[in-house]
């Protein structure tokens, strides 16, 4: 039997603020245990939550491009459970009808390019738990309140799921991040869990009008791991309906180096949240001065980019993809392909040596001692034919050590491209001292044609065009 | 006696002031006086004469030095012990807050003190402020100073009777369904809920936060007025505090309520209120006539279903505020547990009293996801229904007069067996909590030697006309002087 595979999203993102969602405590990574606590985070009697403006404001811009309704009244709830990361016994978080943004799509491309709309059902606000530190044989647990409570904005997507498989999963978690690192709202670290993509995936054979029974992934710290665990979890749950098993519904975590899955909880009764409306917050009103203020404030996002990179400057959609993936990148680019003739070399000056460089010294390619000015120079010198390409490989390397122009540092090593009449001289002095190679081209050998290439551009000292010597060369030989 | 006891706090203010006595004896004469009395009234938890007598000396060096020693400058005032006190355990009269010493002060605390009110330490309550009687206490009952048999009412007891009793000029309690004033009338004193979001609830020990408010318990409404004018006001890290100017509430003290209109509600006279009471408001209502107040009949006729409706709002409220309660972090802890949830729950059976885990269960039955719509959700609806009835009574009139409660004080241990009879003991005071509007008790008689409380209502923030009523009213009575004997 064939099944349809459905996975629905759930992400929380940690909100970049200053300060928490609640109190005046540092909003950071790390640090040592309790050190960013204070009564109201750690919920010591009598203290009150007094919301933040900036995590309030964060969200009305995610949903907003997210293609979301903004909620013009929305009020916070709280969600009664009991647990040791839990200080005050509930979360404050936002239920029901009015969560900030609500019916909104982020949209995603297929592999074979088609725009799809991942429908999404809301955008949330609401606080982070501490954290539990379990140490071998002590005996007890301790813990952490330093990330308790953090803003953290919760994207849900619609019922019935859009995203039908780990690929698209992947691609939706991609899409999402790109997002909110544009909005400036979250900085999307997945292995440091700022932002947590929670799929739940169920199969279902196909035509079928019911949906499977779901089960919640946890822990995939990775685009990549969040494709596979889909992947072999759906794999999972057909081989469980196939040899006539029950899939057993909970949270399963993924296990990175064996590639599998596994039941950390098994969800045994639905839990009772016991919401209601937090009576220490006061209902929130936006007016539409304000929603539109902050709408003006949303910038081209990825996607919109990447397809506008491949038509504006002729990029492939792999180029594109990863120019687009954050606006500096992006930016750098357009400002380098501006008014140099081919794009796309910018583009692979970029992808290529740019990167390598960038990558060892630690450093984003938009950051390098190589200004966007700087690549444009080099790439329109090739273009002029000033310099060949391999020089200009050379000359990277020292543009990025020195921050000084193409032009500067050719100048200053008296580089320039050898003519196409001394190439000829050239062409013709490396035909005279092979004969024996020219013997083995003219039987048929074009193969040894490269080793008087070869011979030519090392007499050259790089400084020929290939494409002279390679005319040349064949006209020279022709002519025998 | 010593004098200085039986002054009030504006006029030990203005003596400690003119330098007519100084702060560490005014201090030191109420210290002497709970060492004399606390053992018969108990209403102490905690006393603290070090860091009373730091702040007398304070207001005394401050006074020297020709400083603005403060409106409320030496005037000793007794704190219900379920407000936060930095460095000064805060019980909550719960065995679960045992050794919970908070690291910061309540709002309030902090505005007493910079008014240089000083602080004679935290006095009992029902356990979380659950009840009406201070029996609830997780440790001891407190005693009415007018009759040691008799409760001083709840929760706020421990602050009414210190007040009382002469152990305080002064007290702060929480109204959160009558809290406040049904202690106040129990024992003979002023008792004002103000307006929710009046009184930043910062560092209140929350009970039920819709509903929770601070207020002072004194002797005469001059006391209140002054109170309230320190303790009032927006605070940044309270949001439901409301952002709105405070008047001098002294300065509403005019003495002249000629032409107010007060309302008489029927349902506060019907069955349930004993007909001593019932007289004794009404003869009050006939000293405001002659005063000048025009006394109009109304009707609020949701108010029979206030305490149903309270009874599911504040319980499914405090049993998320009390979920925090868990050994983890702060107060008791049982000392050995297998696991966190078994952590939990010893931790809270053993920490919590019968009434408020009662309240506890009944809290969450009542948010549990098939019942909210017919118990929160609905109570809530009942909730604007209370409020629409006052709204349109006060279109009418200027402010309400009842009773405060149907009963003078019970006796210790009277209603105990019969919670249903203890709460019925609140059937006045809660749809003010209810409406979120400003209500006060003041004392109009006593019965068999008991006090009698009358209950003043009014529109949200109008209490400087409820505190003009009751100072008007205490020129011309004589009732608020009476002391008790011990």
Known sequence: MEYEVSVGMECHAELLTNSKMFCGCENAFGGDANTRTCPVCLGLPGSLPVFNKAAVEHVIRTALALNCEISMHTIFHRKNYFYPDLPKGYQISQYGQTPIGINGYLEIETPEGAIKKIHITRVHLEEDTGKSIHIDGLGYSVMDYNRSGVPLMEIVTEFPPDVQSGEEAAQYAENLRSVLLYLGVSDGRMEQGSLRVEPNPSVRPEGSEKYGVKTELKNLNSFRAVRLGVEYEAARHVEVLESGGVIVQGTYGWNDEKGETFLQRPKEFEQEYRYFPEPDLIPIDFDEDYIERLRVTIPELPLAKKRRLMEQYGLPSSDAALLAQDQASAAYFEKAAKSAGDPRAVANWMSGDLTRLANAANTPVYATPITAENLRELVTLIEKGTITGKIAKSLIEDMFTTGKTASALVAEKGLKVTGADEALSIVQKVIAANPDVVAKIKAGNEKSAGFLVGQIMKEAKGQARPDDVNRLLKEELDKL | ?486
Not at chain 2, 263 to 283: L, N
Not at chain 2, 381 to 391: G, P
């Open chain 2, 1 to 486: 006696m010593n004098e200085i006891l039986t002054l009030t706090a504006a006029a030990i203010a203005a003596k400690v002031k003119a330098r007519e006595i100084s702060a560490r004896e005014v201090t030191e004469a109420f210290l002497a006086r709970i060492e004399a009395v606390d053992n018969d009234i108990q209403a102490f938890v905690t006393v603290t004469p070090e860091a009373s007598l730091k702040a007398a000396d304070a207001v005394d060096a401050k006074i020297a030095a020709g400083e603005d020693a403060g409106s409320l400058a030496g005037a000793p005032v007794a704190l219900k012990d379920n407000l936060c006190t930095r460095g000064i355990e805060t019980t909550c009269s719960s065995k679960i807050l045992r050794g919970f010493v908070p690291p910061y002060n309540a709002t309030v605390v902090e505005k007493l003190a910079s008014a240089g009110a000083i602080a004679l330490g935290k006095v009992n309550l029902d356990e979380f402020a659950m009840g009406s009687s201070t029996e609830n206490s997780g440790l001891f009952p407190t005693r009415n100073p007018w009759d040691l048999t008799k409760v001083p009412g709840g929760s706020s007891g421990g602050s009414a009777a210190a007040v009382a009793s002469l152990e305080a000029s002064v007290a702060l309690g929480s109204d959160t369904g009558g809290s406040i004033r049904q202690p106040a009338a129990f024992c003979g004193l002023v008792g004002l809920k103000p307006t929710y979001g009046r009184v930043s609830r910062y560092g209140l020990v929350a009970f039920a936060s819709s509903l929770d408010q601070i207020g002072p318990l004194t002797r005469t409404a001059e006391d209140a007025a002054l109170v309230l004018n320190v303790i009032a006001g927006q605070d940044s890290r309270d949001s439901t505090s409301v952002p709105r100017p405070v008047p001098d509430y002294t300065k509403a003290l005019t003495g002249d309520i000629r032409g107010l209109k007060i309302g008489v509600p029927i349902e506060y006279f019907a069955e349930g209120i004993s007909t001593e009471v019932r007289a004794f408001v009404t003869t009050a209502i006939g000293i405001l006539r002659g005063l000048g107040a025009e006394i109009i009949e109304v009707s609020l006729p949701y108010t029979d279903y206030a305490l149903a409706a309270y009874y599911i709002v504040a319980p499914a409220e405090a049993s998320s505020n009390l979920a925090r309660y868990d050994g983890v972090r702060f107060g008791a802890r049982v000392t050995s547990a297998k696991d966190h949830i078994e952590l939990f729950e010893n931790t809270r059976d053993e920490g919590f009293g019968a009434e408020v885990k009662q309240r506890i269960l009944t809290g969450t039955y009542a948010l549990s996801a098939g019942y909210y719509d017919a118990y929160y959700a609905k109570a809530q609806k009942v909730r604007t229904l209370i409020r629409r009835d006052f709204d349109a009574a006060f279109e009418k009139v200027d402010a309400i007069i009842s009773p405060t409660t149907p009963t003078p004080a019970f006796g210790l241990g009277e209603k105990s067996d019969d919670p249903l009879a203890m709460k019925l003991s609140d059937i006045c005071t809660i749809p003010a909590n209810m409406a979120g509007i400003p209500a006060l008790s003041l004392c109009c008689g006593f019965l068999d030697g008991l006090p009698v409380g009358m209950q003043l209502q009014g529109p949200a923030f109008s209490e400087e006309t409820l505190l003009n009523i009751a100072h008007t009213y205490q020129l011309e009575t004589d009732w608020h002087t009476r002391r008790p004997t011990l």
